[in-house]
T-cell receptor, first 116, second 110 residues
């Protein structure tokens, strides 16, 4: 099992462009979580998805950000019209299920987005 | 709302010295607490969780509900323990969603 795979590892975008971050969960995992880490800060929850459903998006900025986890393929975090403040490390985690308190989430290596 | 606080951003100790990384939380329900570690250029990985009450790599952490703390301790630090450590809280009803502290960068000097 290759673990949670995120790509690209590094992404540079100019202001106003779109950024697409991909996350392939571990095999057998149907729950995906996205976190953002701004410079000098801890990881902040953004969104929690199950296959084809958004379960909790309370941490997502109201504009320009969207996430999906289709039936086939990776989860995508999409940032439209990027601004310098979007520069951060974006981490994805996956888990096999959600309801059990004993469930562990496994993290990817993150995508470092730089907006120039 | 739940919150996790790690008061020390940087902690430096000498090899063989005891180390304690502090973590305090605020949450009205019954939380599950974790410590995650991130070694240089590697992914975040689970170090230990309070419900398992196990010792990993010599580290232990006890949940103190009275003080709302979950400090990470190791009696004799090793150079390979140098890493970023994050304390995290999972609510009873949030799936695997975690609330993280800001992290403590531990440096163990030779």
């Amino acid at each position: 099992n290759a673990g949670v795979m995120q790509n690209p590892r590094h992404l540079v975008r100019r202001r106003g462009q779109e950024a697409r971050l991909r996350c392939s969960p571990m095999k057998g995992h149907s729950h995906v979580y996205w976190y953002r880490q701004l410079p000098e800060e801890g990881l902040k929850f953004m969104v929690y998805l199950q296959k084809e459903n958004i379960i909790d998006e309370s941490g997502m900025p109201k504009e320009r950000f969207s996430a999906e986890f289709p039936k086939e393929g990776p989860s995508i975090l999409r940032i439209q019209q990027v601004v310098r403040g979007d520069s951060a490390a974006y981490f994805c985690a996956s888990s096999p299920r959600a309801a059990d308190l004993n469930t562990e989430a496994f993290f990817g290596q993150g995508t470092r987005l730089t907006v120039v | 709302a739940q919150r996790v606080t790690q008061p020390e951003k940087l902690l430096s100790v000498f090899k063989g010295a005891p180390v304690e990384l502090k973590c305090n939380y605020s949450y009205s329900g019954s939380p599950e607490l974790f410590w995650y570690v991130q070694y240089s250029r590697q992914r975040l990985q689970l170090l230990l969780r309070h419900i398992s009450r196990e010792s990993i790599k010599g580290f232990t952490a006890d949940l103190n509900k009275g003080e709302t703390s979950f400090h990470l301790k190791k009696p004799f630090a090793q150079e390979e323990d140098s890493a970023m450590y994050y304390c995290a809280l999972k609510q009873e009803t949030s799936g695997s969603r975690l609330t993280f502290g800001e992290g403590t960068q531990l440096t163990v000097n030779p």
